[in-house]
């Protein structure tokens, strides 16, 4: 089955910087689509990066701050998160949706506060 382990979580001051890694397994990982979401309290999860075999997308509010890039050999995933706002703080989840299916990680927690 489709599993999906995000890690690399945890607390960081503003203006710092954070690496989250997400290892996927029972999915042809070159050719899926990867996307990391986020979800704030009290918010919606919302779409924050994705990468394609050649493209790439950022939501607006992250920008020339996080870094999506992966590693096929590694069926691995990652984002590079810097200049870090205490706005970012949410639980951060990796998705793929293979043949119209939705999955998801279980989510890793970024806070962002001094």
């Known amino acids: 089955q489709v599993q999906l382990v995000e890690s690399g979580g945890g607390l960081v001051q503003p203006g710092g910087s954070l690496g989250l890694s997400c290892a996927a397994s029972?999915?042809?990982?070159?050719?899926?689509?990867m996307d990391w979401y986020r979800q704030a309290p009290g918010k919606q999860r919302e779409l924050v990066a994705r990468?394609?075999?050649?493209?790439?997308y950022y939501a607006d509010s992250v920008y020339g701050r996080f870094t999506i890039s992966r590693d096929n050999a590694k069926s691995t995933v990652y984002l590079q998160m810097n200049s870090l706002k205490p706005e970012d703080t949410a639980v951060y989840y990796c998705h793929v949706r293979p043949n119209g299916m939705d999955y998801w990680g279980k989510g890793t927690l970024v806070t962002v506060s001094s």
């Open positions: 029972g999915i042809i990982f070159s050719v899926s689509a």
């Open positions: 990468i394609g075999s050649g493209s790439t």
